[in-house]
């Protein structure tokens, strides 16, 4: 079966770090990819990674260890407008060109003065 | 550029009712999926259309859905006849072709989704 986990919520303070994990037990692995929701809104893309390694853009970071089924997304410099929720999403298979992603249930953050 | 747009952003029937939500990817994008959140748990696959063609329609919970994409422009979904666990928020993503080299690598742009109630 297909199973990513990551925490349900985290809180942290504007201007911190915040690491937001994310473990995935997936039939297949073609990608990881992280996802931000605002309440409401449309997810948008953060980050994907495919091979073992760090990616950095701006604030955000994301980690893969594909031998370990662990992903993190990094927030440097937290700002107010972070509080959203996070979404972790595999895709594990290539069949068709498609991107069939199996989503974990997010984790919700709150950024605090 | 428009992003994806969804119709209706929210919808309340009764149940036996029947719903029909529309997407509209975002321009020359020819994948097109539909994926759908129940209340409390995670967004789940239903189906991806490359044009007009259903690709992969393994996420489909069973046969009051029905999901078409004429010309493979817009697509639509019916439910038929909805009922209570149905309810939900049901999001259309689109997606160029992609390449093995692409870094983003068939990143999914999402519309806001349509909210759908049944009572």
């Known amino acids: 079966g297909q199973n990513i986990d990551q925490p349900t919520e985290m809180t942290a303070t504007e201007g911190a770090i915040v690491q937001i994990n994310c473990t995935y037990q997936?039939?297949?692995?073609?990608?990881l990819f992280w996802y931000q929701q605002h309440a409401g809104e449309a997810p948008t893309f953060l980050s994907y990674?495919?091979?073992?390694g760090l990616e950095e853009k701006g604030r955000f970071s994301s980690f893969l260890s594909r031998s370990k089924g662990y992903s993190y997304l990094l927030l440097k410099e937290l700002q107010m407008k972070d509080s959203a929720s996070y979404l972790c999403?595999?895709?594990?298979?290539?069949?068709?060109?498609?991107?069939?992603?199996?989503f974990g249930t997010g984790t919700q953050l709150k950024v605090e003065l | 550029e428009a992003g994806v747009t969804q119709f209706p952003s929210h919808s309340v029937i009764e149940k036996g009712q029947t719903v029909t939500l529309r997407c509209d990817p975002i321009?020359?994008?020819?994948?097109l999926y539909w994926y759908r959140r129940v209340m409390g748990k995670e967004i789940k696959f239903l189906l991806h259309?490359?044009?007009?063609?259903?690709?992969?329609e393994s996420g489909m919970p069973n046969n009051r859905f029905l999901a078409e994409r004429t010309g493979g422009t817009y697509s639509t979904l019916k439910v038929q006849p909805a009922e209570l666990e149905d309810s939900g928020v049901y999001f259309c993503?689109?997606?160029?072709?992609?390449?093995?080299?692409?870094?983003?690598?068939?990143?999914?742009?999402f519309g806001e989704g349509s909210r759908l109630t049944v009572l």
């Open positions: 321009s020359g994008h020819d994948n």
């Open positions: 999403a595999v895709r594990d298979t290539l069949t068709g060109g498609g991107n069939k992603l199996t």
């Open positions: 997936t039939s297949g692995f073609n990608g």
């Open positions: 990674n495919v091979l073992d």
């Open positions: 259309f490359v044009k007009e063609s259903k690709q992969d």
């Open positions: 993503a689109s997606s160029q072709d992609w390449t093995l080299r692409d870094a983003r690598f068939g990143e999914l742009f």
